[in-house]
Each structure stands twice: as structure tokens, then as C-alpha cells.
């Protein structure tokens, strides 16, 4: 299995600051990551695809990149409602895992 | 409006049996894989299944291997995970997603959540 490592594990920020969260990946996975919104007692929600692609409706705000093993999402200026925790998933082989998550607070 | 609405969670002793249920609707079902995602208690994300869009291949993660089948009737717009000898690790939210093709293929995202369905498996 791959293994997904991001960090930080948690994160304060404030309305307005620029945020990035790093996602690892233990061996390459070409650019086939994934980024993924979760709320509290909500369901994840697709942000990025393929590394670098804005998902329908996400807002442009929100970036990724990265290829191989180290990727980032980027939150240009952090809105109230993005206080969320986010998550990587690579999907260039099976099983698809998840990194462990990183946690985004005020 | 594509919506996926999950059933069938509730607590169950250790080794017993549940069915979860997913109903799709919103899109053409039959034409797309299907997947069970699952997050325990105050953790992470765990990929378990997944189905192609006719059924005919079926994916696991090696710890519900023999134990879950997923299936789905496309007739219906259902999607289905039948757990049997069911451990206290099994409890978790069981959310069921779909992919933006008809396989389980490289490169996929899971691109839309249903609001998820608890199991606890605790005597």
C-alpha cells in the first residue's frame, strides 16, 4: 500500500491568511492526487483532482500542485467557511489510501 | 441534483451481519463505478469497495476481503455492501461515492459523497 503523510496535522489560521498543507506520498504516484473538503459530521467533499485541477464548483481560491511524491494545497485567502479538515488520497494504485488528514482552525 | 442518500447502519454484536443500502439519484447510475468509503470513530479515511458500473468486477481492501460483498442493481439505482462477521474495527461511518468513470481505474477521484451511515459493532 502507498502510504499518505501530511502536515502539518493541524493548523491556526485567520480570515484572510494564505494557507498550505503538504502531502507526501512514500513512493511516486505521477500526478494522481487528490484533495478532499471534510466538516464536521459532513461527507467529504472533492476539491482538486489529478493534482492540480479545481473540481466543478470549488472556488478559485483553492490550488494544488505537485508530481511524484510532494504535493500542495494552497487556500490563497481563508474564508470562515473553510475551517474544515482536508485530506489527500493518491489513486495511482490500489488500494487508493488517504493521508491522515490535516485539521484547519482559527 | 446527483445525491446519493445511505441506509441501513445501527449496532450489531460482534459477528453479525448488516446490509447498507445507497440510492443514487441525479445521474445515469449504470454508467459509473461505485465505492464504500469508511472513517472510524475520530479518525481518517479508508478506502473498502468498489464495483464497476455493470457489476462484473469487484474491488476490496485486504481487511473486509471474505467478509463484505458489494454489489448493485442498476435497475434500482442501488448500490449495496453486505457485511457479515462483522469486528468492533468495523465500526466506523460508512459513506458510499462515486467515481467520474465506469471502472476503478488510475486516476480516478471519488467525486460525489453520500452523507454517510453509522455501524457500531460493540456486544
Known amino acids: 500500500d502507498i502510504q499518505m503523510t501530511q502536515s502539518p496535522s493541524s493548523l491556526s489560521a485567520s480570515v484572510g491568511n494564505r494557507v498550505t498543507i503538504t502531502c507526501r506520498a512514500r513512493q511516486s504516484i505521477s500526478s494522481h492526487l487528490n484533495w478532499y473538503q471534510q466538516k464536521p459530521r459532513k461527507a467529504p467533499k472533492l476539491l482538486i483532482y489529478a493534482a492540480s485541477s479545481l473540481q466543478t464548483g470549488v472556488p478559485s481560491r483553492f490550488s494544488g500542485s505537485g508530481s511524484g511524491t510532494d504535493f500542495t494545497l494552497t487556500i490563497s485567502s481563508l474564508q470562515p467557511e473553510d475551517f474544515a479538515t482536508y485530506y489527500c488520497?493518491?489513486?495511482?494504485?490500489?488500494?487508493?489510501?488517504f493521508g491522515q488528514g490535516t485539521r484547519l482552525e482559527i | 441534483e446527483v445525491q446519493l442518500l445511505e441506509s441501513g447502519g445501527g449496532l450489531v454484536q460482534p459477528g453479525g451481519s448488516l446490509r447498507l443500502s445507497c440510492a443514487a439519484s441525479?445521474?445515469?447510475?449504470?454508467?459509473?463505478?461505485m465505492s464504500w468509503v469508511r472513517q472510524p470513530p475520530g479518525r481518517g479515511l479508508e478506502w473498502v469497495s468498489t464495483?464497476?458500473?455493470?457489476?462484473?468486477?469487484?474491488y476490496y481492501t485486504d481487511s473486509v476481503k471474505g467478509r463484505f460483498t458489494i454489489s448493485r442493481d442498476n435497475s434500482k439505482n442501488t448500490l449495496y455492501l453486505q457485511m457479515n462477521s462483522l469486528r468492533a474495527e468495523d465500526t466506523a461511518v460508512y459513506f458510499c461515492s462515486k467515481f467520474p468513470s465506469s471502472g476503478y481505474h488510475v486516476g480516478d477521484a471519488f467525486d460525489v459523497w453520500g452523507q454517510g451511515t453509522v455501524v457500531t459493532v460493540s456486544s
Open positions: 488520497q493518491q489513486s495511482y494504485s490500489s488500494p487508493f489510501t
Open positions: 441525479g445521474f445515469t447510475f449504470s454508467s459509473y463505478a
Open positions: 464495483i464497476s458500473d455493470s457489476g462484473r468486477s469487484t
